[in-house]
Structure formats: structure tokens, C-alpha cells
């Protein structure tokens, strides 16, 4: 009668003692996924920005959203005017006003968006999940979580409205 319950009581110790074998495992698996997906995504940012730079495009506007724990000026929407490849305005859309440039400073030429992205894969962010427009390649979404742990230090970008300005 006391040979089962030892065995018993010996088989829950051992299993017991292993608990932290088991972690090491999910942590090596969330280390692999979060390799791959780097790989993932940055085979997708070499094809997308490829079909920007092929496209050739240098002045055009483009709305920004910024959903940040920030100020409302730094969270849009606003649209950019870039000429020669360089902002030359950012506007509120809500008031037709200039926003201050700093606030977009990461964010106000579609290359800048690229490096932001290029970024977060270098960083190993935790998360990073991007839409890009299929013809153009440009990023028409962009969600970075770059630690699971810590709150408030996501980016979440919505790029809207590109046009192709005339000369």
C-alpha cells in the first residue's frame, strides 16, 4: 500500500523539479518565433521598399495617424507634403493648421517609415506587424510592440491618402 503512494509522491517531485526545463523550452521557442519573424519581416521590407525605389516617386503627400500616449498634436491625423524627398509641411487635418515638425519627425518621408520598421527588426522588437500598398510598397500600417513587458512604448501608424504630387 505505501509503494504507490511513494511512487506517486516521487513522480509529482520529479515533475515539480522540472517546471523550470519546461520554461527554458517556451523561452527558446518564443526566441525562435521572434528570429523568424524578423527573417519574415525583413525579407518583406527589402521587397516593398525595392518597389518604392523603383518607383521613383519624390514629391507627394501622404496623411499620418499616430495612436500614442501623447499629446494630441503628436497623434494626427496630419497630412505631409514632401517635395525632392523632403518635408515641407505638416498640417492638421482637424484645423488646417501647421503641426509642430518634431512631433513627425520620425515619421514624415516614406523612408523615414522604412527606418523605423528596419529599426524595430534590428531592436528584435517583440512585435512588428506592417501592411504595405502593393503597388508602391510604401508601409500603410505599422505596429511595433518592442518589449511585451512594457507598457506604452508601442508605435501604431496609419498611413493614409498617398497622392503623387506633380512637379
Keep these: 500500500m505505501r509503494l504507490p503512494i511513494f ?3 516521487t513522480l509529482l517531485l520529479s515533475l515539480g523539479l522540472n ?5 527554458e523550452t517556451n523561452a527558446e521557442k518564443t526566441q525562435f518565433q521572434t528570429q523568424t519573424n524578423n527573417n519574415l519581416n525583413s525579407r518583406r521590407l527589402r521587397f516593398n521598399k525595392g518597389l518604392w525605389d523603383r518607383a521613383n516617386i519624390y514629391n507627394y503627400h501622404i496623411t499620418v495617424s ?3 500616449f501623447c499629446i494630441t498634436d503628436a497623434r494626427g491625423p496630419v497630412v505631409i507634403r514632401v517635395r525632392n524627398g523632403q518635408p515641407t509641411s505638416i498640417t492638421s487635418v482637424a484645423t488646417g493648421q501647421p503641426v509642430n515638425p518634431q512631433f513627425f519627425q520620425k515619421y514624415d518621408t516614406i523612408p523615414e517609415l522604412f527606418n523605423v520598421i528596419q529599426d524595430a ?3 528584435k522588437a517583440y512585435n512588428v506587424d506592417v501592411e504595405y500598398n ?3 510598397g510604401y508601409p500603410t500600417k505599422i505596429n511595433i510592440d518592442y518589449d511585451s ?5 508601442e508605435i501604431f501608424l496609419t498611413i493614409e491618402n498617398f497622392q503623387e504630387l506633380k512637379k
Design 19 to 23: 517546471l523550470p526545463v519546461i520554461s
Design 134 to 136: 502593393a503597388k508602391l
Design 66 to 68: 499616430n495612436s500614442c
Design 121 to 123: 527588426i534590428n531592436r
Design 149 to 153: 513587458r512594457i507598457a506604452d512604448e
Design 7 to 9: 511512487i506517486s509522491a
